[in-house]
């Protein structure tokens, strides 16, 4: 493997630049020698259930027709284990996505399964009129892993909760309407946090009030490069000019996730975090993709851009798949919530608050941040090596184990190379790997693997990668 890695990595400056991967040079020809999956200790049990074709007749019709689903030839997913994903034939997958960017510590992992079990076996359901230690515990060990004050814990059963109640909170708390959020983000789908996503695709035509979207300050796209203060005094102006000049807050994630994995332009947080201060808002840190260890320097996003959030938001990576999420403030900003009863039936449900803390003592006890770090920046660094060969690659971006890599058929138009991202993503999922796609283009290849994803596990991706690329030379 590591011989294999030197050679496809190395003295490869005299190939001549390849523009695309092609559809045909996708096959999975006799002549590509594909790198093998490494040997993994565990085998699923035979499946009996119904197969991927009877399973999407029915989605088509008792599901919604809007529901996504991934790859022309569907994929009937039936077990999971650590970084590796079990088809209905057994066959074993590679998960580079993480169930979008939520499975933290690994799939079933065992320590998790264990806490979720246990806890059904005694109590499943106790809403917080009764008092229940695996919410307490949970709270605390939370309250741990944020600066400041950031200690007072509301449990939700999403991300797009977490927003809602975010908003709703900075709303009451400052007296103000007016909420500013980015250009290219991504909240959530309810009426509220659908209003501070701002990406038309995923934006229905119902009432969205008091809502402004920023320039995104997008080191690749926006128009002011990796300037942060540039696009920081455009929000000011947006502040001045669009508001009353007064708001109730800014809410943006560190790393967009849905939109591509865009990484904030330094400098831009710090001075817009003043603004919105200076204007009587609060600042509310989506960490619902980026947090959880996820980049690796850091456990939060935030953390990355030297800024203290008032409210802090989060879900996926916090239950490793269990439906959790929740929002953290400080106890002066969540006293605002005692004016009335605030109550959620499941919000800090014992059994999801158990699982999520054997999944915060995983990620400690297994090092998973130093985890995502080491081969998340091994991986991007060989990603970057590869846009030197492909022009195809148009940016290289992310951290730890948040990775994008833009397609574009023109690197000086910046033309979006979406058949290709599909077709790219479709035949990586036909050799073993599975990657999600994203962006406001939907030409940009999501890396967001469980955070015990290995550095061999980066090798073969990338193995994979070039062998697609590597037989149009
Ligand atoms: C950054 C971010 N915030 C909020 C949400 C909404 O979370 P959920 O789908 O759990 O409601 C998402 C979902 O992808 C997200 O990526």
New binding site residues.
Partial sequence: MQRALKRAFSGRSSLRKHRCFSASLLKNNDDILLPKMPPFDYSPPPYNGPSAAEIFQKRREYLSSSMLHSYEKHLNLVDGKMQYLFDEDGRRYLDAFGG???VSCGHCHPDVVEAIVNQTKRLQHSPVLFLHHAITDFAEALASKLPGDLKVCFFT???????ELAMMIARLYSGNHDIISLRN??????PG?MGT?ALSGWKFNVVQSGVHHALNPDQYRGVFGSDGEKYAKDLQGLIEYGTTGKVAGFIA?AI???GGIIELAPGYLPAVYNSIRKAGGLCIA?????GFARTGSHFWGFEAHGVAPDIV?M??GIGNGI?I?AVVTTPEIAQVLTQRSYFNTFGGNPVCTAGGLAVLRVIEREKLQENAFVVGSYLKERLTSLKEKYDIIGDVRGRGLMLGVELVTDRQEKTPAKVETIHFMDQMKENGVLIGKGGFFGNVIRITPPLCFTKEDAGISLLLALNFSSKEA
Avoid at 157 to 163: H, K, Q, R, V
Avoid at 185 to 190: E, P, R, S
């Fill in positions: 979008i960017a939520t059963n999403s991300g797009t909760e977490a927003n983000g991504y909240h959530g789908n309810a946090t996503t994630e967009q996730g849905v989506d960490e619902v993709q980026s938001t879900a996926k439906p999420g």
